[in-house]
């Protein structure tokens, strides 16, 4: 498959500069709040899954190995509930991940269950966290997916 056009997000400096930057907050927001790195990619993974966007799923899943995650759990992201490779706190990121990338999915955006099961584990700056990750990686895959950006172009050192 032939991509429709280059990155818009490559396309435009600025804008590019400022998704790197939001991209550093987050981590070292996560860093502050006690979100593990592995927990971030993980739940981008995840939403990266539901949106079809291949670069996304190649880029997390290498990063979420680079951080130190284990092959068979990145390799049940896609299958989370049924296995226990998961902890509660991962279970409940995997879940509003999935919550806010299928927000028109359902009557109920982001069902208060799933919300309150994520604000258990995580406190409010930690939560905050996670939801603009989750919100970033969404913007990412919406970008790569109408331009149909292909991972298969990749180039890995």
Known sequence: MQSRMNNPAMMLPDAF?????LAKAL?????????PKQTLFLAYLRASQINGDSVCVDLH???????GEATERVFAVSAWRETSNFNDAERAALALSEAVTRISDQTDPV???????AARHYDEQALATLIAGIATANLYNRLNVSTRQNADVLVRN
Request: hydrophobic content about 40%; cysteine-free.
């Open 111 to 117: 069902p208060d269950e799933i919300y309150n099961e």
């Open 61 to 67: 899943s290498h990063n979420a190995l680079a951080a």
């Open 27 to 35: 981590f070292a927001s996560a860093e502050k709040t006690g979100v």
């Open 17 to 21: 500069q400022a998704l790197q930057d």
